[in-house]
């Protein structure tokens, strides 16, 4: 399975940004798929996850939506009301058999994108 995540860029606070993440060598909608980010000094954090319906961290819950194209074998991260602290290097990740309490866990994840970028300044 590969991952090509993809537009990541330099916003405003209060801008939208949508985030694609192409996946080949296996169907997503066979997968868990995940969003997690890391900001610099930090450590990599969960931010989304949709398999049978999608989960996310508190710190975005109703800013962000993350959505999957079955045709298009893309998941997307659709973040809107940016905030700077949103700013991270972000990361899509793939994984079979992950139970519901693991879904935030990197280490639950098999496979991962190169990671974008997004910027939100002030």
């Known amino acids: 399975v590969q991952l090509q995540a993809s537009g990541g860029g330099l916003v405003q606070a209060g801008d939208s940004l949508r985030l694609s993440c192409a996946a080949s060598?296996?169907?997503?909608?066979?997968?868990?798929m995940g969003w997690f980010r890391q900001a610099p000094g930090k450590e990599r954090e969960f931010v989304a996850a949709?398999?049978?319906?999608?989960s996310y961290a508190d710190s975005v819950k109703g800013r962000f939506t993350i959505s999957r194209d079955n045709a298009k074998n893309t998941v997307y991260l659709q973040m809107d009301s940016l905030k700077p602290e949103d700013t991270a290097v972000y990361y899509c990740?793939?994984?079979?058999?992950?139970?519901?309490?693991?879904?935030?866990?990197?280490?639950?994840?098999?496979?991962w994108g190169q990671g974008t970028l997004v910027t939100v300044s002030s």
């Open positions: 949709i398999k049978s319906y999608p």
């Open positions: 060598g296996r169907a997503v909608s066979r997968m868990t």
């Open positions: 990740a793939a994984g079979s058999g992950i139970i519901l309490s693991s879904i935030g866990t990197g280490a639950a994840y098999s496979y």
